[in-house]
């Protein structure tokens, strides 16, 4: 028989995360949505009060009825930082504990090839972001990263990234955690994309949803019952090795017609080559003439201003992606499916040949009431899914007393 294993949270855990979820709330409120007594309820909050963690505030018009009170977090409490790491850009926030983001900061690199250079790097910004904003690293409390590899997430290392060998079973986690002394979690960084958007961005009131990730790779993100869904090494989502029927195109991972060969960023860079090198294409020929290159963005860009080649070179990369998603629709039937990455940059043909394709593929029932959206936060949907990831782990019912003992 299947064991059932649970925790139930605290007292004071309970109370602390539904002020924190709710914002602004009475004592009262909080004894009808905890079911504890008063006492026990006063008693809580009174422990939360003393560690600093809430404080209660007179509502404007309602000086001096202290039946009106109103509990909130201290902000300044404590702090976290989400770090997101592309393949040439570094984005790093700070947040305090209201999830409000203190400062945002983002950096251009030349390549993410080496993380004897990328880490020692990725430390020395947070420490200056730390320093700017004149938070101590005792008020630290956590860190979350995003990589683009996958991650053993229990573990915190990267397992054989394809695109990024010399990570392989680097001890990030470790590393992290020892020199800033505070909790660190890592993910890859397509499930903390999703998190972004799911807390922060477009799917707030979504307890189901699909995050596609295409850039240079393409991943997938499964949101589940309100849930990130990493499956047991935490590689669920891998969706650009599924391969496409009728491709034979050699994947760096060893395999032939995988959706990221054929529909990522570097493939469609390489099909705007083409047609740019041959003359079919006279807007992408004169950019390679300029540039001595085509890029993904120069496409989209060009699709978007009408030209032929490159709008079918979008509409096959979208088509290709949709008939993958069409298959993930039918079987976890999520309530929205949200693109993200660089690609989505090519704008509404991108997306329009993705909606199509999922369409025409799957059943009517999967797809009566399915959304399909571009990712809302953009560039802070990494680092503020990150953040998400570190903040809800220290909080959570199994950590929540260590987290106060630790820091208060």
């Not at 026990?40 to 202290?66: C, D, F, M, W, Y």
């Not at 005792?138 to 990263?145: N, Y």
């Not at 496409?299 to 009408?306: E, K, P, T």
């Amino acid at each position: 028989m299947r064991k059932t294993t649970f925790e139930a949270p605290s007292a004071l855990s309970l109370i602390f995360n539904i002020i924190r979820s709710e914002g602004l709330i009475n004592r009262t409120a909080l004894v009808r949505k905890t079911g504890l007594s008063k006492s026990t309820v006063s008693l809580q909050i009174n422990k939360l009060i003393e560690k600093g963690l809430i404080r209660e505030v007179q509502p404007e018009g309602a000086e001096n009825n202290v039946r009106k009170l109103q509990i909130e977090l201290v902000p300044d409490a404590g702090y976290v930082v989400g770090v997101f790491l592309g393949i040439y850009k570094l984005s790093i926030t700070l947040f305090n504990i209201k999830m409000e983001a203190i400062r945002e900061m983002y950096y251009d690199l030349e390549s993410a090839i080496d993380p004897a250079v990328i880490n020692p790097l990725i430390i020395e910004k947070i420490e200056e972001i730390l320093k700017m904003e004149k938070v101590a690293t005792a008020d630290l409390w956590g860190i979350g990263l995003g990589f683009p590899f996958p991650v053993d997430f229990q573990q915190g290392i990267p397992e054989t990234p394809p695109n990024l060998p010399l990570w392989h079973q680097y001890p990030l986690k470790q590393i992290y955690e020892e020199h800033f002394s505070c909790p660190v979690l890592i993910d890859n960084d397509v499930n903390v994309m999703a998190l972004g958007e799911g807390y922060s961005g477009i799917a707030q009131d979504e307890k189901d949803f699909l995050f596609v990730k295409v850039g240079n790779g393409i991943g997938a993100g499964l949101f589940l019952d309100g849930r990130i869904y990493r499956g047991d090494k935490g590689s669920a989502g891998d969706i650009g090795h599924i391969a496409i029927d009728g491709e034979s195109r050699l994947c760096h991972c060893g395999n032939q017609g995988c959706l990221e060969t054929i529909a990522a960023a570097p493939a469609i860079a390489r099909k705007g080559l083409e047609v740019a090198m041959t003359g079919e294409s006279p807007l992408l020929s004169e950019i390679y003439r300029k540039n001595n290159r085509v890029t993904a963005q120069d496409v989209g860009d060009s699709a978007q201003r009408g030209d032929m080649y490159a709008l079918q070179i979008i509409r096959e990369s979208g088509r290709n992606i949709g008939s993958v998603l069409a298959k993930l629709v039918n079987f976890m039937n999520p309530r929205m499916v949200i693109i993200g990455g660089g690609v989505a940059g090519a704008g509404n043909i991108f997306l329009a040949s993705i909606r199509e394709s999922i369409l025409s593929r799957s059943t009517h029932l999967a797809t009566i009431d399915l959304q399909v959206r571009f990712a809302e936060l953009k560039e802070k949907c990494g680092p503020y899914g990150a953040g998400r990831l570190i903040i809800e782990e220290i909080f959570s019912s199994a950590r929540f007393s260590q987290t106060i003992n630790d820091y208060l």
